[in-house]
């Protein structure tokens, strides 16, 4: 039986602080419907609206496009669930189950590539939450408030003044917590699903249906302008969307630590990605195609779209739009780098300081210049970092589910000397699966983000890259399960009573 009263190793002071620690019966407050209201207000933001007009741009039907999300979030939830079972079980964040596969010090290795990407997320969001901003002033004075772009930055004064104060609203709850988030998800949630109710009502009763847009067969068909080459696109698209929750299935265990159950999580991750994210799809489409009957063309950015609004419907539409993006924002890419900022120096760096670091790298990225173009937003950024975090993914999981067939020891994952402290704190089979299992999509990379520096890349490595977060995470699974496999009785020898610092979560 499991071991209740254990507590990390005290003597381990640099591995470990009040925001690392297991959770205690007490935190565990999350029911499944906070994990369904969690997704809900991850989901409906305006990157996830935008998906499926990138996928229609490039010659999808509708129906093509819904799919291809709703399929995309289907296959990320595996990996999150797998991932999130740890979470719920033992009580850690991300940053100290990598500890297990990576070692106690190569963990801050995956923790820092997660963070990074993290941090891109969260100045994107935070562009777009200024965006609404500079929108809402240019209603409110009746009349656009821009000028010259600043050199270097690309953006106006304007622009730049509105992204940051976005970025000062969001620093309240970075200074009041986890708890703060998971109360502004719950009582906005179903605020969002009643105003998109309304909204796709407006639309249907304006336009008396709902447009064109659901006429406009598929550019693939016998006879379209890309009649044949359904899969060139399916598949990149399907790695993107894969790609958009990668970051999330990789520290979903910062929020399943706080299960009540392991079915708590399991059944409100199951509900609450796909979907919402199907859904919201539909939802984008069936709006978009309203706009081109209301205004003469597709508008498929929602703040476009509320700025062209009149009376107080524009106000009502932007200040939701600002609350959801900071609901959004702070759920899905500020908890989990904030505690892997916190992972490289715990006695330094508390969760609220991980947070303060991860808003000013936010900044430092300039998040415009990631969504300049769609083909960099899409084949450069998600199906980019996809290739890094598919990798660690793979590990993760063979290394929980079949190296240590979900039995780890806790008291270990806080120790400089125990099980996971491998070589100096390494685990050289994890970063050879990690740098082998990168090396391949590597090219293909190298060829979407510069084609003009790296033209002549053989089309294997083009072809290899579409499938970047697969390719990734098969190729570093096999790679450590081979290199893992002759240790496997060595880990397993664990001393029954010290496999848990608490009873394991049911």
């Known amino acids: ?40 207000g991850m989901v409906m933001c305006i990157p996830s609206y935008t998906l499926a007009s990138s996928m229609i741009g490039a010659g999808m039907s509708w129906s093509e496009a819904v799919i291809t999300v709703f ?58 939450g200024g965006e609404m901003i500079y929108t809402l002033g240019g209603v409110l004075v009746g009349h656009p408030i821009g000028g010259a772009a600043i050199a270097g930055l690309g953006i106006n004064a304007s622009q730049l003044v509105c992204f940051l104060l976005f970025w000062a609203i969001e620093l309240w709850y970075v200074f009041h917590g986890i708890e703060a988030i998971r109360k502004l998800e719950t009582y906005t949630a179903p605020a969002k699903i009643i105003i998109c109710a309304l909204l ?45 929750w990668a970051t999330l299935a990789l520290n979903i265990p910062d929020f399943t630590r706080f299960a009540k159950t392991q079915r708590d999580q399991a059944i409100g991750q199951a509900i609450g990605l796909p979907v919402p994210m199907g859904l919201l799809a539909v939802f984008s489409v069936l709006v978009t195609s309203g706009t081109v009957v209301m205004y003469g063309s597709a508008i498929w950015d929602p703040v476009t779209l509320a700025g062209k609004m009149t009376g107080g419907a524009v ?25 892997d900022f916190s992972s490289l120096s715990p006695r330094r760096i508390s969760y609220r300081t991980g947070g303060m670091i991860t808003a000013i ?10 969504l300049a173009s769609t083909h960099g937003y899409i084949f450069t950024w998600l199906i980019g970092y996809s290739a890094l975090l ?34 100096a704190g390494w685990n050289p089979a994890a970063l050879a699966a990690l740098v082998l299992s990168i090396l391949p999509n590597l090219p293909g990379f190298l060829n979407a983000a510069f084609p003009a520096s790296f033209p002549h890349v053989a089309p294997v490595f083009v072809t290899l890259y579409t499938y970047s977060w697969f390719v990734g995470l098969t190729i570093a699974a096999l790679i450590y399960a081979a ?24």
């Open 390 to 423: 598919g990798p660690i993914a793979g590990i993760l999981i063979v290394d929980y589910l079949l190296i240590r067939n979900r039995r780890l020891d806790v008291t270990d994952l806080y120790s400089n000397d125990g099980r996971y402290s491998y070589r």
């Open 361 to 370: 790298i936010a900044i430092v990225m300039m998040p415009w210049k990631i």
């Open 1 to 40: 039986m499991s071991r209740s009263t254990a507590s990390p190793d005290t003597s381990a002071v640099t591995l470990t602080n009040a925001d690392l620690a297991p959770t205690t019966a007490a935190q565990r407050t999350w029911r499944w419907y906070h994990f369904v209201a969690l997704w809900i």
């Open 71 to 128: 399929l995309g979030n289907l296959i990320v939830l595996v990996p999150m669930l797998l991932i999130g079972d740890a979470g719920a079980r033992y009580g850690i964040p991300y940053a100290v189950l990598a500890r297990a596969s990576f070692g106690t010090t190569g963990a801050r290795l995956p923790a820092m590539m997660r963070a990074l990407v993290a941090c891109g997320w969260y100045g994107i969001q935070t562009w777009f």
């Open 200 to 244: 796709l009502w407006y639309v249907y009763e304006k336009v008396g249906g709902f447009g064109p847009l659901l006429n406009q067969p598929s550019a693939f068909a016998p006879g379209g302008a890309k009649a044949g080459q359904f899969w060139s696109v399916f598949f990149p698209s399907l790695t993107a969307m894969v790609g958009f």
């Open 315 to 339: 106000l009502l539409a932007l200040v939701f739009l600002l609350v959801d993006t900071i609901s959004v924002n702070l759920a899905a890419n500020l908890v989990g780098p904030a505690y």
């Open 483 to 506: 290199l893992m496999w002759r240790a496997r009785a060595g880990v397993m020898q664990a001393t029954p009573a010290r496999l848990s610092v608490h009873p394991e979560i049911p």
